[in-house]
């Protein structure tokens, strides 16, 4: 009798605790696609010139490799995108995209959901590094997870052109996970519309550790709603954010092998790089430890895949967070003795982070995006080491 009861009693909290989770699959990157057919030298020289006539940022999908299926309107039409924490807007493919890039995704009918409206109609332009994403504003109902965190009036994109340089992606369209200051055309994103639905207004981020295994399932999980207590450790430390765009924090010092520099940076976590990204002066210093040169045809540094290199200890709210040296060194393809470091250098625009602390930080710690409290918590994640 009491039994049932506590069961009762579990199951009633179990359904009303509004927690959803979202699998992860674990993809090729369009980067390691073109390493292993050779082309990877031509895209990286076209990024190289476009950067240099002005072409802004350093986001441009090249290196993702976890993807997660949502789905948009009514009947449910699905695509694979990236939750993007280093973004605000969502958009998809649009059924009336000609471009060679939109040809093998999947795209979005609006005739066939009876949920869609073309609402608010205005056209959007989201720019990337080598080219941008263009169409049209529309509405419709969105769901995360395994269809049931839903929310039936998104304004999301829907995109008419889309630059050639996703026809190598392994992703559909994009899902940005960052705040609403940073949504192109002031669109409020699918989280804030999201959030008053859930238990806490927080969502938490396991990436796991696959290896270059390509279209496996389980490569993480987004916990929305709650702490991530199965794939993380216990100990949570916060950091506040210091921007509420990006998500942005100050990050004071760097070490590995002899060298450390202490400073206070601004930095952000984002899922949409996989690397991490630091001033150049800082990458050139790392790689060095790492007895790394760069590549100038590759547009990374290279090592031999046996090199003994160190850690590396980010010094983030007075809490030091060690990456483990293997998370650093991959190889240039499946098999090869010749590895790259998933570091690379740039220099932002003066004002804005520069730093980016990619997936290689985020399989190592846990990351718990708190929107209610503005602040970013991290835990060890239960990754096996490599
Ligand atoms: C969109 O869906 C409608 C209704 O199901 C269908 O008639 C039409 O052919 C579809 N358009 C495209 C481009 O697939």
């Excluded at 829907?158 to 705040?179: C, E, V």
């Excluded at 699918?190 to 806490?200: F, G, R, S, V």
């Excluded at 496996?216 to 709603?225: I, S």
Aim: charged letters at 10%; a negative charge; proline letters at 5%.
């Amino acid at each position: 009798m009491k039994a049932t009861v506590a069961l009762l009693l579990a199951f009633a909290g179990f359904s009303s605790a509004l927690v959803y989770q979202h699998q992860l699959k674990h993809v090729e990157s369009a980067m390691q696609k073109l390493i292993r057919e050779g082309k990877w030298p031509e895209r990286f020289a076209e990024k190289a010139a476009a950067r240099s006539t002005g072409g802004e940022g350093v986001t441009d999908y090249d290196d993702v490799v976890y993807v997660a299926t949502v789905q948009v309107g009514t009947p449910a039409q699905n695509f694979d995108v990236i939750l993007d924490t280093g973004s605000s807007n969502f958009w998809v493919p649009d059924a009336t995209c000609r471009v060679l890039a939109c040809s093998n995704k999947h795209k979005f009918n609006g005739s066939a959901s009876s949920t869609y409206s073309s609402q608010p109609g205005q056209s959007f332009t989201i720019q990337y590094g080598t080219g941008s994403a263009r169409g049209v504003l529309a509405t419709d109902k969105l769901c995360l997870g395994e269809a049931n965190l839903c929310y039936n009036t998104q304004v999301f994109g829907r995109a008419t052109s889309i630059a050639d340089f996703f026809r190598n992606q392994p992703l559909d369209g994009i899902l940005g996970l960052g705040w609403p200051a940073l949504a192109v055309d002031h669109v409020t994103p699918p989280m804030q519309n999201l959030l008053p639905t859930l238990d806490m207004p927080v969502f938490t981020v396991f990436l796991s550790r696959v290896g270059a295994q390509d279209g496996v399932r389980n490569g993480g999980l987004f916990t929305y709603g709650a702490v991530d207590s199965t794939n993380c450790d216990s100990t949570w430390n916060y950091v506040p954010l210091s921007s509420q765009t990006y998500w942005q924090f100050v990050m004071s010092g760097v070490s590995a092998g002899s060298y450390s520099q202490n400073t206070n940076w601004q930095v952000i976590s984002d899922t949409g790089t996989s690397f991490i990204g630091s001033p150049q002066t800082v990458a050139n210093n790392i790689a060095q430890q790492m007895h790394a040169t760069y590549n100038n045809q590759y547009g990374l540094y290279m090592l031999p895949c046996n090199s003994n290199v160190p850690n590396v200890v980010f010094t983030i709210g007075g809490q030091q967070y060690t990456i483990p040296k293997d998370e650093f060194v991959e190889p240039l393809t499946a098999g090869s003795s010749q590895c790259y470091l998933t570091w690379f250098g740039f220099n932002g625009g003066g004002f804005g982070p520069t730093w980016i602390l990619g997936d290689t930080f985020i399989r190592t710690y846990c990351n718990l995006h708190d929107v209610g409290q503005a602040r970013i918590g991290f835990a060890q994640s239960h990754n096996p080491h490599k």
